[in-house]
């Protein structure tokens, strides 16, 4: 690895961590901005016991007291804090069991979305103007216009309540499918015409014609030279959409009854479980950072001739 190349992901990783702190700055003020607090909700509380619990998870200090010591927490000890409503339990340890649904759920969603979407894009390219390009093209068209909610549901009726193939609860295996499927469609769709339009590119360079004109095998020149060339805009693609589905979706676990770190994420907005928001959203933007770069060094894997600067 040269120089220039360490250099590159050394300064990605600096400006990693600077984003890393502004997104927990700016989410930490914004949250303490809005008006309410997490135990307004609380029956019949009194003044004296909402300054109790104020004081128990510190939130009656200072608020640069309060952002001080958060900050330190978690750089020294990786430590979010306890939730404020479920309590007696860490930040840390909710995410972790999230992660256990949420994992496998998105990489195999995302994995499922990139090949899929690469070998129909591809097909397409080849087969341009075709009958089965218009085809993959309508009905990729319609997967990235409808909502994901929408497809979810219709996956729930039809294999659920129409042909009961799979259970509704997305708690075991089997039930995990019909959530992959919708958590992959969208994204398939977005990659199969991302890799159409690269690929076409592609097929129009000089080399390409030289490569015809010399007698290349046909599949040497679709899948060492046209198809490798056409998947930068994909990696450029797939990194942040990859952190993105392992996170979860938001929607996608409430349809399916997944328990999911994002399900833990849209109830810790609705009761205002501060230390939660903050915990999700951190790991959320970190997996984005970091897949981020990782599809930047891949770049030059993919093809060499890129240089990282």
Wanted: aromatic fraction near 10%.
């Amino acid at each position: 690895m040269s120089s220039k190349t360490l250099m590159y992901i050394l300064k990605r990783i600096l400006l990693a961590i600077l984003t890393v702190w502004i997104v927990i700055t700016v989410t930490f003020f914004v949250m303490r901005a809005v008006p309410g607090g997490p135990f307004l909700g609380e029956k019949a509380i009194t003044q004296e016991a909402m300054d109790a619990l104020e004081a128990k998870y510190g939130m009656d200090k200072p608020l640069i007291e309060q952002y001080t010591t958060y900050l330190t927490d978690i750089v020294t000890r990786l430590d979010f804090g306890p939730s404020l409503k479920n309590r007696g339990r860490d930040v840390s340890a909710i995410i972790f069991d999230g992660f256990k649904t949420s994992i496998p759920l998105g990489v195999s969603a995302a994995f499922l979305a990139l090949v899929t979407g690469v070998v129909l894009g591809a097909v397409a390219a080849l087969r341009r103007n075709k009958i089965i390009d218009k085809v993959i093209m309508v009905v990729t068209t319609a997967f990235v216009s409808m909502p994901s909610f929408i497809m979810g549901s219709l996956l729930l009726i039809v294999f659920t309540m129409t042909f009961p193939i799979f259970p509704a609860n997305g708690t075991t295996t089997m039930g995990l499918v019909l959530p992959v499927i919708t958590l992959a469609l969208y994204p398939m769709a977005y990659i199969t015409r991302l890799t159409r339009s690269s690929m076409l590119d592609v097929l129009g360079q000089d080399y390409i014609r030289t490569a015809r004109a010399k007698g290349v095998a046909p599949g040497k020149i679709v899948f060492k030279h046209a198809l490798k060339n056409s998947l930068i805009p994909v990696i450029t693609y797939f990194g942040p959409m990859l952190a993105y589905i392992v996170t979860g979706s938001l929607v996608v676990e409430q349809i399916f009854a997944v328990p999911g770190i994002g399900r833990a994420f849209v109830s810790s907005i609705t009761d205002r479980d501060y230390p939660m928001i903050m915990g999700t959203t951190i790991v959320l933007a970190t997996l984005i950072v970091v897949m981020n770069l990782v599809s930047d060094i891949l770049y030059k894997v993919v093809d060499p001739r890129i240089n990282l600067e």
